[in-house]
């Protein structure tokens, strides 16, 4: 089956950058989207950032303007380039892809954005 696999996270300081990759083992082409969502402990699960097959692109209000969400085809990798990190974005990040009438068929096991002074 599928798998999704994220990497890049890690501990970084207030207005830090950090890119997460999310390697599928096969296409993404097939995929009519994919994204990322975020949970903080003991919070609920937060969709950050989703690209369709189309190209076309939704943030949360909450990192507009400082994250960009990207695909590589040719890579089969999907990535969060994270730039201006503020603490409350501290958070396990999880990739995901979608299939025509199939949301949220796959999802990757998270890695661990940690911003801290």
């Known amino acids: 089956q599928v798998q999704l696999v994220e990497s890049g996270g890690g501990l970084v300081q207030p207005g830090g950058s950090l890119r997460l990759s999310c390697a599928a083992s096969?296409?993404?082409?097939?995929?009519?989207?994919m994204g990322w969502y975020r949970q903080a402990p003991g919070k609920q699960r937060d969709l950050v950032a989703t690209?369709?097959?189309?190209?076309?692109?939704v943030y949360a209000d909450s990192v507009k303007g400082r994250f960009t969400i990207s695909r590589d085809n040719a890579k089969n990798t999907l990535y969060l380039q994270m730039n201006s990190l503020k603490l409350e974005d501290t958070a396990v990040y999880s990739c995901?892809?979608?299939?025509?009438?199939?949301?949220?068929?796959?999802w990757g096991q998270g890695t661990q954005v940690t911003v801290s002074s």
């Open positions: 995901y892809a979608d299939l025509p009438g199939f949301i949220r068929a796959y």
């Open positions: 096969g296409s993404i082409f097939r995929f009519s989207a």
């Open positions: 690209i369709t097959g189309g190209g076309n692109i």
